[in-house]
């Protein structure tokens, strides 16, 4: 696609249930991203994939969070149980390839911004 | 730990004056740097990427590195409301796939 795709934009769900964010990056990206922006607070790195390697893991903040990513491409970001804490947006980026990152940066989707009550 | 250091703001100047926006980084080791605007409300997008001492260019931004000082800046010349933004620092050692973002200064430019 011409941009990294996120849904939904939007999420409300009650303490305690499980949510699913997904991701579609740019066609031929190998690298995929997921952030987490609280308000007023910085990035906060989650998970890294890259191609057919295994993921990078060490930014999810518990075992409540997992994400897949699925042939290479679509990615989808999962909540269990969800918490109050939770709450922010979540925002997925893909690049051409991790390392070039280096010298490329990121493309961002626009985000899900998701709401615990 | 790498810790990307950013000055909150917001800052405010008028249009038509230069913007300068400063950002400090702890890991000796990183060797790209980017600065990435964020609209309120918006995901971030990516304006500059430096990697070498000195000043780079793309029309009204320039971006500043200083590896011994461990200092990067973005100037914005003939500033524009539109520019009014939150502006993120990151920065990259070398071999990691993974930035480190600062939390991003406010900048307001009023008409």
């Known amino acids: 696609g011409a941009g990294v795709s996120q849904s939904p934009s939007n999420k409300v769900t009650e303490k305690g249930k499980d949510v699913e964010l997904r991701c579609d990056p740019i066609?031929?990206?190998?690298?995929l991203y997921w952030y987490r922006q609280s308000l007023g607070q910085g990035l906060e790195f989650l998970i890294y994939f890259q191609g057919n390697s295994a993921p990078d893991k060490s930014g999810l903040p518990s075992d409540r969070f997992s994400a897949e990513r699925t042939g290479g491409s679509v990615s989808t970001l999962t909540i269990q149980r969800t918490q109050q804490e939770d709450s922010a947006v979540y925002l997925c980026?893909?690049?051409?390839?991790?390392?070039?990152?280096?010298?490329?940066?990121?493309?961002f989707g626009s985000g899900t911004r998701l709401t615990v009550v | 730990q790498k810790e990307v250091e950013q000055n909150s703001g917001p800052l405010s100047v008028p249009e038509g004056a230069i913007a300068s926006l400063n950002c400090t980084y702890s890991?000796?080791?990183?060797?790209?740097f980017f600065w990435y605007r964020q609209y309120s409300g918006k995901s971030p997008e990516l304006i500059m990427s430096i990697y070498s001492n000195g000043d780079k260019e793309d029309g009204r931004f320039t971006a500043q590195l200083n590896k011994a000082s461990q200092y990067v800046s973005l100037l914005i010349r003939d500033s524009q409301p539109s520019d009014s933004a939150t502006y993120l620092c990151?920065?990259?050692?070398?071999?990691?796939?993974?930035?480190?973002f600062g939390r991003g200064t406010s900048l307001i430019v009023h008409p």
């Open positions: 066609s031929g990206h190998t690298a």
């Open positions: 980026a893909s690049s051409l390839e991790g390392w070039l990152t280096g010298k490329d940066g990121y493309t």
């Open positions: 990151a920065a990259q050692s070398g071999g990691s796939y993974i930035p480190t």
């Open positions: 890991d000796r080791g990183s060797q790209s």
